[in-house]
């Protein structure tokens, strides 16, 4: 997910393992991103506690699929507009344009493969921390590696 991303999320709360309140809390320790609880637990205090979990909508089991797919569109609208406004990032003389892909260096346009583009944004957004191997695989693979 945090490699990948997702432009929303539909979480049920009964799932095998761990519960969807859990799975949220998960989410919420580093994303934004939205999620729709859609249930088959429709009683007051289950949409009170996944409200106040972070879920930003709450749709009980049985459910009208144009109801689902209407309050999916409303997400995204919200999130896109104010997502847009703050996908520019600048360090020093560089200008990242997350949504473009772009990248200019004192006004001047570098070209990038996407993995060197989502490197330097990487690095961009953590400066000044040191990155050990790991964090940078995971991040940049999406994989979860091991030394041995």
């Not at 330097?120 to 191997?133: K, P, Q, S, Y």
Request: glycine share 6%; hydrophobic share 45%; proline share 3%.
């Amino acid at each position: 997910l945090e490699k990948k991303g997702a432009d929303a999320i539909i979480l049920d709360i009964m799932l095998p393992g761990m519960d969807g309140f859990q799975v949220l809390r998960k989410i919420r320790e580093n994303s934004a991103i939205p999620v729709i609880m859609l249930t088959a637990r429709g009683e007051v205090t289950d949409r009170i506690v996944g409200l106040e979990l972070g879920a930003d909508d709450y749709l009980s089991k049985p459910f009208e699929p144009r109801e689902l797919l209407a309050r999916i569109q409303s997400i995204l609208r919200r999130t896109h507009s104010s997502a847009a406004i703050v996908e520019n990032v600048h360090f020093k003389g560089l200008k990242i344009d997350k949504n473009k892909q772009e990248v200019l260096l004192y006004d001047k346009p570098i070209f990038l493969s996407t993995t060197e583009f989502e490197a330097l944004l990487l690095f961009v957004e953590h400066a000044g921390e040191t990155l050990d191997r790991e964090f940078l695989v995971e991040n940049l693979r999406g994989i979860s590696w091991q030394s041995y």
